[in-house]
């Protein structure tokens, strides 16, 4: 299950894993996002906060997640990601050079300071 909340005071929207990701989790996630999108013309920050990474469920939640990432990397300026993974250093490095989006990693502890980086200008 995908946990997907918008806080539209900050033009952001935080993602939260529980339990390993489903293609069904990036759907839900295209349905809550893409209308905020379509009416603020982008996203300023995608916050994705779990302690350990839990992967995906099946080889199409893997896909499902790439194309979720391939569709929305230009409408997102900033994407903090707070975990114990080592998957968030990973993907820091690898944003940095295929998406749009500044890529950010913290530890699952600092999520307040990862909420407050994707939060600022």
């Given at each position: 299950m995908l946990n997907i909340t918008i806080h539209e005071t900050?033009?952001?929207?935080?993602?939260e894993p529980q339990?390993?990701?489903t293609a069904e989790d990036f759907a839900a996630a295209v349905r809550i996002i893409d209308p905020y999108i379509e009416q603020h013309t982008k996203l300023h920050a995608l916050i994705i906060a779990t302690e350990h990474f839990p992967?995906?469920?099946?080889?199409?939640?893997?896909l499902s997640h790439l194309q979720f990432v391939r569709d929305?990397?230009?409408?997102?300026?900033k994407v903090?990601?707070?975990?114990?993974?080592l998957l968030g250093n990973f993907a820091q490095h690898l944003g940095a050079h295929f998406i749009?989006?500044?890529v950010?990693?913290?530890?699952?502890?600092?999520r307040e300071q990862a909420k407050r980086?994707?939060?600022?200008?």
């Open positions: 900050h033009n952001t929207a935080l993602l339990g390993q990701l992967g995906w469920d099946s080889f199409a939640a893997l929305h990397h230009q409408k997102v300026n903090a990601i707070a975990t114990n993974s749009h989006a500044e950010k990693s913290f530890r699952y502890e600092q980086w994707a939060q600022s200008p």
